[in-house]
């Protein structure tokens, strides 16, 4: 799905979750009775409570049943919904050995040659060639993110404060950097606009 459905669809769920909250009902639906499995009620609970709260509770002992009394409010699952999309628009495909072990054996690349190179040492050729076996095998595709004009194509991957919005084309990135620096009465040129590789969901 593309990020601007994605955007779409999280703008009316927070829209709902407004809704559900000044209705303050504090009901859930029958409709998620056995519609989730224990890990995933388990993973909005995560989600929406401190983990103090989720020790005293003694979650992983819970039964479903239990697990559902606990979440007891649709709001939460909403809430839930909201933060896997927002996590899906801005996923960006890791360099860490299992993953990459974990690709290459699901496509049966074990023959090539990055499969039996650590990721520590790969160049930035390597990585060049893994971001491309991943687009020929669906897994990621190209996007747009606006960082600060400091950051260089080299270091895109590595600052501490990842950009938070993707864009489907650079002509979107760059339509949205025109508002920012018109809102904000900056110089255009106080950003720039990286190309990245975003993790494509099956």
Not at 124 to 149: E, Q
Request: charged share 30%.
């Amino acid at each position: 799905m593309r990020i601007k459905q994605l955007k779409l669809i999280v703008h009316f769920l927070k829209q709902l979750e407004n809704e559900i909250k000044h209705q303050n009902k504090q009901e859930l639906h029958s409709f998620f009775t056995g519609f989730f499995t224990k890990e995933e009620l388990i993973e909005i609970l995560e989600c929406s409570f401190f983990d103090q709260d989720l020790i005293e509770h003694e979650v992983e002992t819970l039964s479903e049943e239990q697990l559902l009394e606990l979440i007891g409010d649709d709001v939460f699952i909403v809430m839930f919904l909201i933060q896997k999309l927002e996590s899906e628009i801005t996923a960006s495909p890791e360099l860490k050995e299992k993953e990459v072990t974990e690709f290459f054996r699901e496509k049966s690349l074990e023959l090539h040659y990055l499969f039996s190179k650590p990721v520590l040492q790969w160049d930035k050729y390597d990585v060049a060639n893994y971001h491309s076996l991943l687009a020929r095998h669906g897994k990621s595709t190209c996007v747009f993110a606006i960082f600060t004009s400091d950051v260089t194509d080299e270091q895109k991957y590595l600052v501490t404060t990842p950009p938070t919005c993707f864009f489907d084309t650079k002509e979107e990135a760059q339509a949205e950097l025109d508002r920012i620096a018109q809102k904000r009465n900056i110089p255009k040129t106080e950003f720039v606009i990286h190309p990245l590789w975003r993790v494509t969901k099956n």
